[in-house]
């Protein structure tokens, strides 16, 4: 499994982005695939997950309500849409395939990680 997260750029308060998680050797479609992202000085937090059918999904309170996670099998994607953004997102971003074909929440849950993109959310 080899992870590409892109997408990322500065944005204002309020707009949106949709960040994409490419795997080049698509493989990683029996796992979950999450989203973290880690804002400097602070630890790499849970955004959003799928598991590997793209039928459950789960995210974090922070997020509830304005990303959406989803996952084209045929590309090979997992994408993560972000409406509605604030400052508080600003954030390097990375996608992550899990160990298992469900959903994890913590960084020890996933095997494989993108490069992250960075997203800067501007006031």
């Known amino acids: 499994v080899q992870l590409q997260a892109s997408g990322g750029r500065a944005v204002q308060a309020g707009g949106s982005l949709r960040l994409s998680c490419t795997d080049s050797?698509?493989?990683?479609?029996?796992?979950?695939v999450g989203w973290f992202r880690q804002a400097p000085g602070k630890e790499r937090e849970f955004v959003a997950g799928i598991n590997w059918r793209g039928g459950r999904t789960q995210y974090s309170d922070s997020v509830k309500g304005r990303f959406t996670i989803s996952r084209d099998y045929p590309k090979g994607s997992v994408y993560l849409q972000m409406n509605a953004m604030t400052p508080e997102d600003t954030a390097v971003y990375y996608c992550?395939?899990?160990?298992?074909?469900?959903?994890?929440?913590?960084?020890?849950?996933?095997?494989?990680w993108g490069q992250g993109t960075q997203v800067t959310v501007s006031s």
């Open positions: 992550a395939a899990a160990r298992s074909s469900g959903i994890a929440t913590t960084t020890e849950g996933y095997a494989y």
């Open positions: 050797r698509r493989t990683f479609s029996n796992n979950g």
